[in-house]
């Protein structure tokens, strides 16, 4: 609450884009500024200005561009304004600063005070138009620019039941029942087009209206007194937000598209003009503790955040920005701590944080000291803030270094200083230098100091399996083959071909190809051979050999390696076969172990999850009976019962919903790599395929297509009119070629 000032400036603006209430969402630049001097006190109206923004063309002399930079005044009558005065500038700061000029001019003339304070319709001419264009261009913003009134609040203290943002001049004229001789008003809703530029008149009558109605104001039965300012910051504040802090769900928006070297102070630069909380501008950092280009920003009231939502796609440099609603939950993790000694750490204000990563695990507060103090010859210093309780080292929750420190500076200059000291040497690793912020202290503490997801492996998902263990026994033999780094482009015939003499010892079956959670190749493979000696006799001679993929000019070579079925079972089931604790000449059982699962989704892994174990419905003996042990269900060759040409849905209880999918196993997808198998148990049956198309490779794509299901060879014919049975060589199967076929 402030004293009534002297002088209200009635001011209007316009771009050369939007208008109404989208002006200054589409980051068009500013063409018109008008104003006009009210005197509070007398109540009488000075004169109508009117500055035109026109900047000059690019192919002007810099003489030219001198003379025009000052002002070039033009009469009334040759630019056809009803303004009393108009003026042209050819740069926003040649028009902010011509403005203030005549502003301070006029009030000195006046003689009747000296305070003044801008008054206008709404927000967006000061938030969104002036305050954001002069930031993305550099340019000092006079002070009067930095405190206004709002006058549809002000209207709205003597008409509390209107709605603050359907107000408009022309709506609050109507209200106060204003004379006959105030100039006719421009109706935004009567508006066919906001996004269409307003015609250079609208401008003076908005003036001259608005300044009516504050002479209305002013006078009996209202007599009402200007005296709650609205404040720009000029500055954005840095500072702490605890996690027991509640932060409204209306007053945060998350910001996408970030530089990843942009700051605090870059965020609250694009959001100029909007007042964003102490502390509020929160940098997110990836898996890794890198930068992703996000940021959560809260702002100090709902209406400053819904201003903010209208920036989105306006541009940081030469990106655009994404501007979106968040929660305040999603803030509090970002941005919230708990640790009082990060709280100690920050509590001194106005200064400069350098983050320092790739720091010794050795490293002590004099060695940080001693890496920032100037050397020989140096005249360049950059003093630590506070010596040892400048630093802050980043800790595992049981005490181990983790390579990370922040670094606090007590100027720009000391920390600019400081950041030339990027990729030296300290003991004997390079560190790496990044300004950084009040949040990213936080969420790096808290990320460290964070239990896992998933602290325990999860109980098995059917509870009717018996308790087998994953782990395979020692001493397997070892007649399968891993090929690892293959080309993500890589067929079964890429591999048939890379294995070469060695596809005639090849398992029927037998090629099975490892896909990541996405279902896409992993570069890993795993082939049944039919002995222990020709796979080892393959990895000895093809270890490291490189493999071509038809479907891709790229080339990688492969490692191949021995091992037994329950191994490949293993990784197939979602395992890993990395071996934790390996001694000379003995795997232990407890070597090989499960990867934990990768699930980044909040649904699969949410820090709640809770492991009961699920009681069994079956004994352990009667699911051993019921299901067949895993190797021999999925990996070995075995022969089919009647009507289950496929492998039984029970094969997929022992799926691992985490890890790597096993795909079918894959058989070549050309005739004559393999054996003809023997002939199945039961005849095979019809199954009509309709809407093939006639340009296909006949049976290569129909097996393709079938890969996992065992045939019969002699069952799938190739006839010049089409597909024909073995058993009905006269074709009367057939009606329609390409349309049945026998499996």
Known sequence: MTAQVDYLVVAFTATSGASGELLGSDEKELVQLVWQLVDVKNKTLGKVNELLIKPEPLDSTEEKEEEEDVVEESVEEESGSKADCVTTATSLEAALNLFHLHLTNEVNSAGAGTSVCLCTDGQLHIRQVIHPEAASKNILVPECFYSFFDLRKEFKRHFPTSDLKALNVHIMAESLSLPADVPNMWDPSASLDPTTPLPPEIGVQQVQAMASIVLALLSEPFSHTFSNQERVSEKFETGTCSKMEKVCDNTVIRARGLPWQSS??????????????????????????????????RFVSEEHRDLALQRHKHHMGNRYIEVYKATGEDFLKIAGGT??????????????????????????HEQVLSFFSPGEGLKETCPVSGEKDGILFVRYPDGRPTGDAFVLFACEEHAQCALRKHKEILGRRYIELFKSTAAEVQQVLNRYSS???????????VSVLPAVSLLPPPGSMRDCLRLRGLPYTASIEDILTFLGEFTHDIRPHGVHMVLNQQGRPSGDCFIQMTSAERAIQASQRLHKQVMSSQRGSNSRYVEVFPCSAEEMG????GGSLSHTHTHAHTRTRSGTGLSPPPCKSRRLSPPSYSFTPAPPVLSTEAAAALYPPMGQMLLSPRPLPPAHAFYPPSAQLYMNYTAYYPSPPGSPTTLGFFPSPSSLSSPGGLMRMPGLTYNSNGVKDLINAMQGYQYAPEDALMHTHGHVHAHDPAGTLLTQPKEWVCI
């Open 264 to 297: 605090d102070q870059d965020i609250a630069r694009f959001f100029r003009g909007l007042n964003i909380a102490k502390g509020g501008a929160a940098l997110c950092l990836n898996a890794q503790g890198r930068r992703n280009g996000e940021a959560l920003v």
């Open 339 to 364: 640790s009082n000694e990060v709280a100690m750490f920050l509590s001194r204000e106005d200064q400069i944080i350098v983050r320092m990563r790739g720091l010794p695990f050795t490293a002590t």
């Open 451 to 461: 239990a896992p997801l998933i602290p325990v492996a999860p109980a098995p998902l």
């Open 570 to 573: 293993l990784v197939l089931m």
